[in-house]
T-cell receptor, first 112, second 111 residues
Framework: DADVTQTPRNRITKTGKRIMLECSQT?????MYWYRQDPGLGLRLIYY???????NKGEISDGYSVSRQAQAKFSLSLESAIPNQTALYFC???????????FGPGTRLLVL | GENVEQHPSTLSVQEGDSAVIKCTYS??????FPWYKQELGKRPQLIID?????GEKKDQRIAVTLNKTAKHFSLHITETQPEDSAVYFC??????????FGQGTILTVHP
């Protein structure tokens, strides 16, 4: 679904570095989400935003921060990356509550 | 908060057989239950969803059933094909829009 994009698609970084993952959408949705995917653990919610002025922690927010720069943009930052943050990260959007979430292509992050 | 448990973690079937994946949820306020399919190297995509005012929903070879009393819902795939091989995720959520996902089921359909 080209309407939700993520950059970069792959990233290798070192322990202690600060990195930012970016998500953009052209769907016009108010709601945006960041998930982390690890084998056997499903998709776990890191942060979510229901509009530009609304930011909420998910179940695994420690070590992460987010910024909702505009309706279309939602960025995820790792202030000081650590190896156990190595994972596949997905951004998603939805038009409202109890509605389909549309996922971006994912960012594969490796922290050495 | 909501907790969603999904079983089995892996499922192997022969082409043409049926496959069933089951999920349980904990929050009685949850009223929206989507299922997502994730092919290898791809993003999760919605395949079917059900809301709490409906007991069953079908779309061609796939169906979902919901038992609100027991707090469980299931995905049924009939006449499985090799292209059904993927990871399947169930999820539960409310009108607030936050979903909790199950751990995923790796479905393998053998030709």
């Amino acid at each position: 679904d080209a309407d939700v994009t993520q950059t970069p698609r792959n990233r290798i970084t070192k322990t202690g570095k600060r990195i930012m993952l970016e998500c953009s959408q052209t769907k016009g949705h108010d709601r945006m989400y960041w998930y982390r995917q690890d084998p056997g653990l499903g998709l776990r919610l890191i942060y979510y935003s229901f509009d530009v002025k609304d930011i909420n922690k998910g179940e695994i927010s420690d070590g992460y921060s987010v910024s909702r720069q505009a309706q279309a943009k939602f960025s995820l930052s790792l202030e000081s990356a650590i190896p156990n943050q190595t994972a596949l990260y997905f951004c998603a959007t939805s038009p409202g509550g109890a509605e389909t979430q549309y996922f971006g292509p994912g960012t594969r992050l490796l922290v050495l | 908060g909501e907790n969603v448990e999904q079983h089995p973690s892996t499922l192997s079937v022969q082409e043409g057989d049926s496959a069933v994946i089951k999920c349980t949820y904990s929050d009685s306020a949850s009223n929206y239950f989507p299922w997502y399919k994730q092919e290898l190297g791809k993003r999760p995509q919605l395949i079917i969803d059900i809301r709490s005012n409906v007991g069953e929903k079908k779309d061609q070879r796939i169906a979902v059933t919901l038992n609100k009393t027991a707090k469980h819902f299931s995905l049924h795939i009939t006449e499985t094909q090799p292209e059904d091989s993927a990871v399947y995720f169930c999820a539960g959520g409310t009108s607030y829009g936050k979903l909790t996902f199950g751990q995923g089921t790796i479905l393998t359909v053998h030709p």
